[in-house]
């Protein structure tokens, strides 16, 4: 077991009590002390039993790569030799020319965007990730080893993340809310729950699982096109789950948490950017349910390319007259190849690829 990883009542697998699992586990991620001695109010015997049943070892960052615009692309090595990436996300965003009026007197701040799984066995066709296969699920302790690693370096604090790295997380589900709940927890990251987003290509079941817990993480659900017949070639997984069941399934999320279900949409060129597209949108979602967030294709996987903004300003007038919410995501770090999309760290070996 790995120290990072527990939350406090695990701890009762050891024979330890909450109130010695929240100073452990403050140890072990708010601070992020290597070793217990500095643990009051414990028992040393207690200290060396956790100690001898548990690891600290923090994980091991291959390379950094920062962007002019403030984003650093993380590659890490977990045990076995697999590799994964996460980005370092600075609010507000230092691109040249960006627009930081609205936060004057806000706090500058970091979001982690943390990978769930090394490779990923979705085969998204706009997705770098997809194409490497999948090799293996993270364990909770190593999700939070990412955010661990990337604070320890920061110069500004760390106060939120997204569960959008490599991966489908909810084919990894325990483990992702296992680690959700330890950056959220008060003795943990201290995040606050509803400053992390879990993001899913759709898979209902975990959705309905996701809602029927009550969990305040965010849900943030891709969709990339309103006609499942042209989603299938872009998300192979629409013939497992259908539009129609993950659209009912983020609808009643929605409602179920008063608040709007976030559907990711990259916008590829000449595919799913037109009026009629966008009139789809409209017809499939419900707007007061959801709010949509539009995302440039990033690198070269797929061989797609960007909507051009004539294509893109009639697609978001139709949007506009169908009072579907909407923003655009900055895609920051391109110059690093760290932004949605193209993260595609390898372990070396032939992963399996299901489509």
Same mark, same amino acid.
């Given at each position: 077991?790995?120290?990072?990883?527990?939350?406090?009542?695990?701890?009762?697998?050891?024979?330890?009590?909450?109130?010695?699992?929240?100073?452990?586990?403050?140890?072990?991620?708010?601070?992020?002390?290597?070793?217990?001695?500095?643990?009051?109010?414990?028992?040393?015997?207690?200290?060396? %039993?956790?100690?001898?049943?548990?690891?600290?070892?923090?994980?091991?960052?291959?390379?950094?790569?920062?962007?002019?615009?403030?984003?650093?692309?993380?590659?890490?090595?977990?045990?076995?030799?697999?590799?994964?990436?996460?980005?370092?996300?600075?609010?507000?965003?230092?691109?040249? +020319?960006?627009?930081?009026?609205?936060?004057?007197?806000?706090?500058?701040?970091?979001?982690?965007?943390?990978?769930?799984?090394?490779?990923?066995?979705?085969?998204?066709?706009?997705?770098?990730?997809?194409?490497?296969?999948?090799?293996?699920?993270?364990?909770?302790?190593?999700?939070?080893?990412?955010?661990?690693?990337?604070?320890?370096?920061?110069?500004?604090?760390?106060?939120?993340?997204?569960?959008?790295?490599? +991966?489908?997380?909810?084919?990894?589900?325990?483990?992702?809310?296992?680690?959700?709940?330890?950056?959220?927890?008060?003795?943990?990251?201290?995040?606050?729950?509803?400053?992390?987003?879990?993001?899913?290509?759709?898979?209902?079941?975990?959705?309905?699982?996701?809602?029927?817990?009550?969990?305040?993480?965010?849900?943030?659900?891709?969709?990339?096109?309103?006609?499942?017949?042209?989603?299938?070639?872009?998300?192979?997984?629409?013939?497992?789950? @259908?539009?129609?069941?993950?659209?009912?399934?983020?609808?009643?999320?929605?409602? %179920?948490?008063?608040?709007?279900?976030?559907?990711?949409?990259?916008?590829?060129?000449?595919?799913?950017?037109? @009026?009629?597209?966008?009139?789809?949108?409209?017809?499939?979602?419900?707007?007061?349910?959801?709010?949509?967030?539009?995302?440039?294709?990033?690198?070269?996987?797929?061989?797609?390319?960007?909507?051009?903004?004539?294509?893109?300003?009639?697609?978001?007038?139709?949007?506009?007259?169908?009072?579907?919410?909407?923003?655009?995501?900055?895609? +920051?770090?391109?110059?690093?190849? %760290?932004?949605?999309?193209?993260?595609?760290?390898?372990? +070396?070996?032939?992963?399996?690829?299901?489509?």
């Amino acid at each position: 077991m790995h120290r990072c990883g527990m939350l406090p009542e695990q701890y009762e697998r050891l024979g330890i009590g909450e109130e010695v699992g929240r100073k452990l586990l403050a140890a072990a991620v708010q601070r992020g002390e290597p070793d217990l001695r500095s643990v009051r109010g414990v028992r040393r015997a207690v200290l060396e %039993a956790v100690d001898s049943a548990t690891s600290a070892a923090p994980i091991r960052v291959l390379r950094r790569q920062a962007a002019s615009d403030g984003f650093v692309k993380y590659l890490f090595e977990l045990e076995g030799g697999a590799q994964v990436e996460a980005v370092r996300i600075p609010i507000p965003c230092e691109a040249p +020319g960006a627009d930081t009026s609205a936060y004057a007197g806000k706090e500058k701040k970091y979001i982690v965007c943390v990978s769930s799984q090394a490779g990923c066995a979705l085969a998204c066709a706009f997705c770098a990730t997809g194409g490497l296969g999948f090799s293996r699920n993270l364990l909770a302790h190593e999700i939070v080893g990412q955010v661990l690693a990337v604070r320890g370096e920061a110069d500004r604090p760390v106060r939120g993340v997204v569960f959008m790295g490599m +991966g489908e997380p909810f084919l990894n589900y325990d483990q992702v809310i296992a680690a959700a709940r330890i950056l959220s927890h008060p003795c943990g990251g201290s995040i606050d729950a509803r400053a992390i987003t879990v993001s899913t290509a759709g898979i209902v079941p975990a959705i309905r699982r996701f809602t029927a817990e009550g969990h305040k993480f965010r849900l943030a659900v891709s969709l990339t096109h309103a006609d499942p017949r042209k989603r299938l070639p872009l998300m192979p997984i629409e013939r497992t789950h @259908p539009t129609s069941e993950l659209v009912a399934a983020l609808h009643d999320h929605a409602r %179920a948490r008063r608040t709007r279900v976030l559907v990711e949409y990259v916008l590829l060129g000449g595919v799913n950017d037109s @009026p009629q597209d966008a009139e789809q949108l409209g017809r499939l979602l419900d707007p007061s349910l959801v709010k949509l967030d539009l995302i440039d294709v990033n690198g070269e996987e797929g061989g797609f390319r960007r909507s051009s903004r004539e294509a893109r300003s009639a697609f978001l007038d139709e949007l506009a007259r169908a009072r579907i919410p909407f923003a655009i995501r900055y895609s +920051g770090g391109q110059e690093v190849a %760290a932004g949605c999309g193209q993260l595609a760290a390898s372990d +070396g070996r032939q992963g399996s690829r299901i489509v």
